[in-house]
């Protein structure tokens, strides 16, 4: 079955950098979008970013434009989420999801477990 492993978080520093990992396995589609989503304690998942296979195209919500790139390794359908200038705000368990809908965390996606983004000020 479709199953997706986050890694790469911790803490870290406000300015301070992660990366983040989400290796996705148990299905053979070429044509499907990774995307990133976070949720901080007492809010809503929120999407992040998110990268459609099949071109390449990237969406990030405005609040990490500038700071966070999203990529990916086609081969490993593997996607990353590189994080820079860390901001107290970013603290949250961060989500991959791999959606065979083209979507970005749509009705179908499958979901990671997470892992926990802490930055300190």
């Known amino acids: 079955e479709v199953q997706l492993v986050e890694s790469g978080g911790g803490l870290v520093q406000a300015g301070g950098s992660l990366r983040l990992s989400c290796a996705a396995s148990g299905f053979t589609f070429d044509d499907y979008a990774l995307s990133w989503f976070r949720q901080a304690p007492g809010k809503a998942r929120e999407g992040v970013a998110c990268?459609?296979?099949?071109?390449?195209?990237?969406y990030y919500v405005d609040s990490v434009k500038g700071r966070f790139t999203i990529s990916s390794d086609n081969a490993k359908n593997t996607v990353y989420l590189q994080m820079s200038s860390l901001e107290p705000e970013d603290t949250a368990v961060y989500y991959c999801a791999v959606d065979f809908g083209r979507l970005c965390g749509g009705p179908e996606a499958y979901w990671g477990q997470g892992t926990q983004v802490t930055v300190s000020s």
């Open positions: 990268i459609l296979r099949r071109d390449g195209r990237t």
